[in-house]
C-alpha cells in the first residue's frame, strides 16, 4: 500500500512538472542562407548531420566535417569544432555530413575522404582551401579561417 502510495505520488508530481513547463521553441532563423540550413550553432554536447546538399552551396566559405556518431575521436573534436562554429557564426558556415549515410557518398569521394573526422575547408566558390583528418586544435582552424576571410575581403 505504502509502495503504491509513493508510486502515485511520483507520478503526480511528473504529470505537474511536465504541465507548467515551458513549451520548446525553436529560435527563428533571421534570413536563412538556404532552406534547410540551421539557425543557430550547433551544441557543444551533441552531433548534428547536415544534408549534403549545402556543400559548396550556401556562399559562404565553408568547414565540411566527415564524422560518425559511434567515433571516439569525432566526440573529442566535437566540442572544438562547434566552440569554433560558434565563434566564426555568420562568417562561415559548418556542414556536418555522416559517413554512414548513403547520401554522402558522392562528397567523401569527391573530397578524398580517408578517415573521420575529416575536415574540408571551401571558399566560397566551393573551392577546396585546406583538408585535415583526426582531431584538429582550435589555433590550427582559427588560422586557417582567419586567412580564408582576409583573402575573401580583399
Known amino acids: 500500500m505504502v509502495k503504491r502510495l509513493f508510486v502515485m505520488l511520483a507520478v503526480g508530481i511528473a504529470l505537474a512538472a511536465c504541465s507548467t513547463a515551458a513549451p520548446a521553441t525553436q529560435p527563428a532563423a533571421e534570413e536563412p542562407v538556404m532552406e534547410g540550413r540551421p539557425s543557430e550553432p550547433a551544441p557543444l554536447d551533441a552531433f548534428r ?3 549534403v546538399e549545402h556543400v559548396a552551396m550556401t556562399g559562404n566559405p565553408q568547414l565540411v566535417e566527415f564524422f560518425a556518431f559511434w567515433c571516439s575521436t569525432c ?3 566535437r566540442p572544438i569544432v562547434h566552440e569554433l562554429e560558434a565563434e566564426y557564426w555568420g ?5 556536418y555530413l555522416d559517413i554512414d549515410d548513403p547520401a554522402n557518398r558522392e ?3 569527391r573530397y578524398g575522404y580517408r578517415a573521420q573526422p575529416f575536415f574540408v575547408l571551401l571558399d566560397e566558390e566551393g573551392q577546396v582551401i585546406n583538408t585535415w583528418f583526426g582531431v584538429q586544435d582550435a589555433s590550427t582552424l582559427r588560422t586557417a579561417f582567419d586567412s580564408l576571410l582576409e583573402m575573401s575581403a580583399n
Open 107 to 109: 562528397a567523401m569521394d
Open 49 to 51: 548531420a547536415d544534408s
Open 91 to 95: 562568417e562561415i558556415d559548418f556542414v
Open 75 to 77: 566526440r573529442r573534436a
